[in-house]
């Protein structure tokens, strides 16, 4: 068994109205890689931000190599060698990789000054022995994400973190770039850091974890060496169901056809793609990362350039110039990346869902408030959206919330086609489940729902029919109830019809 770096013991942690942590156990260990599981509000990363010194417990305690210690803020807390990596990165995009890395710390020289050439030459050595090509001179702000990500691992380890609490840090990354973090963490266990990993991708629990701690309510539900637990086991421990009771059924009555698109081209990313979808079915597209299915949502609702085919809308040929002309054919989107795309985060909840409709309620140029509360009220309490008050505002809430919102401003525009691009990217288990139930509601309800997902079980959990592309080309259809992962799976990563 490896060494035991931290051990939190009895952690209660209470907020006014609720109690966030009752009575917590919680290890970690060098050279491991532990997964924090559990819906939000679990407590999962309350118990995290107290590690990091964010949080002072009501009670309990924390042994730090064998010895107890108070981590009264997050500078003590990287000083005894812990660092948290949060989901939204902590970093200034104006500055080099070098600055970000050394930011507060930077080496000097005669007189003060910092020592440029110290400075590079560190974040170099850092970002060597993590396996990344990055040049230090380089502006942040011109990186990836991805890239970005690893600079805050860089600059983790320029702390001598032997502690690194990883937030959801899969979130925004994908293919290559989801590999190259596995090669990190992979590199962090083979220098002794203990890696604590929170993750809403249980498959990724399993690709990159040695063990798995699961939060309900508060509470540990249990800790299990990921090679003796399943992924049903594990999402029953999370929410009392197997993950196949929490799809809904499958519609059955299916009326008339909203979307033709035939042979529709966008440069290279999409040669040649064509389907249908119909009202009450909930039509999924499948692939891999960059095999156009974005891109094909993109061009369905104008936001993307048309270089040859046709798209039709109830049977009438359309020609989009903007998503004005797809909102005006009633169509709406739920893009990739809700919180930059699809809401302006600081307004409220009501602001968010009215944007789409606001000509609807205008007079003269003023905005009738009294009517834009009640179709708000009226569509968040059908959506169940969970808001203290419709003047929230919306970075304030859960991310399966914000997709309720989301969906809510679409609803009210009066969409009869939606669009959901990776719906549940980001979102618990159990918010998954509301998601999943409320997406075949509006099918029952005559909606058309074409959706995108990378998730191969939603996939195949969820949709009446399944369309498969490859390299931005159409490979294959499968009809719902009888696809499975593997046929999903084979027409993405070949390109072989194996459709029936």
């Not at 110290?118 to 850092?126: C, F, P, S, W, Y």
């Not at 421990?237 to 009771?245: A, K, V």
């Not at 793609?273 to 949502?297: H, W, Y």
Request: glycine share 10%.
């Amino acid at each position: 068994m490896t060494q035991s770096l931290v051990e939190m013991r009895g952690i209660t942690m209470r907020f006014p109205g609720v109690t966030a942590l009752d009575g917590v156990d919680f290890e970690s260990r060098a050279g491991e890689v532990h997964a924090v599981v559990g819906e939000n509000g679990a407590g999962k990363s309350t118990l995290m931000k107290i590690l990091a010194g964010v949080y002072q417990p009501d009670c309990g305690e924390i042994v730090l190599r064998g010895q107890p210690v108070r981590i009264s803020s997050p500078h003590e807390a990287q000083l005894l060698g812990i660092s948290i990596i949060y989901q939204e990165l902590n970093l200034l995009p104006d500055l080099t990789v070098a600055e970000n890395v050394f930011l507060g710390r930077e080496p000097r020289g005669k007189f003060g000054l910092i020592d440029s050439r110290a400075l590079e030459l560190g974040a170099r050595e850092v970002l060597h022995r993590l396996g990344v090509d990055i040049d230090p001179r380089q502006r942040l702000g011109r990186l990836s994400v991805a890239q970005q990500q690893m600079v805050e691992i860089a600059k983790a380890l320029s702390l001598n973190a032997q502690i690194v609490i990883m937030d959801e840090p899969s979130a925004a990354l994908g293919g290559r770039d989801l590999d190259k973090l596995f090669e990190v963490i992979a590199a962090l266990k083979k220098n002794n850091v203990a890696v604590i990993y929170i993750s809403h991708r249980l498959a990724e629990v399993f690709q990159v974890a040695d063990r798995v701690t699961v939060f309900k309510d508060g509470k540990v539900v249990g800790t299990h060496t990921v090679s003796e637990i399943d992924r049903p086991s594990l999402v029953r421990m999370m929410i009392g169901r197997t993950l196949s009771e929490t799809f809904p059924p499958r519609g059955k009555q299916v009326g008339e056809e909203i979307l033709r698109v035939e042979g529709l081209r966008c440069g290279d990313k999409l040669t040649r793609a064509s389907l249908s979808v119909r009202r009450g079915e909930i039509v999924g597209i499948a692939g891999l990362v960059g095999s156009g299915r974005t891109e094909l949502a993109q061009a369905i609702f104008g936001a993307r350039r048309i270089d040859g085919g046709e798209v039709r809308i109830r049977g009438q040929k359309v020609s989009f110039d903007s998503p004005r002309d797809g909102l005006h054919h009633k169509l709406g989107f739920l893009t990739e990346d809700r919180n930059l795309e699809g809401l302006v985060m600081g307004l409220s909840v009501r602001e968010n869902a009215a944007l789409p409709s606001l000509d609807r309620r205008q007079h003269f140029g003023f905005v009738d408030s009294n009517a834009e509360g009640k179709v708000v009220a009226e569509m968040t309490e059908n959506l169940r959206v969970r808001t203290p008050s419709l003047g929230q505002e919306v970075e304030n809430l859960s991310g399966g919330t914000r997709q309720k919102v989301v969906l809510a401003k679409w609803l009210i525009s009066g969409a009869e086609l939606l669009i959901f691009d990776e719906p549940t990217r980001g979102i618990d288990v159990g918010a998954k489940a509301e998601i999943w139930q409320l997406m075949r509601d509006l099918a029952n309800q005559g909606k058309a729902i074409l959706m995108i997902s990378s998730e191969i079980p939603e996939i195949v959990g969820i949709s009446d029919r399944i369309v498969v592309m490859h390299r931005g080309c159409m490979v294959g259809e499968l009809a719902g109830e009888t696809a499975t992962e593997e046929k999903v799976m084979m027409l993405a990563t070949y390109g072989e019809s194996h459709g029936e």
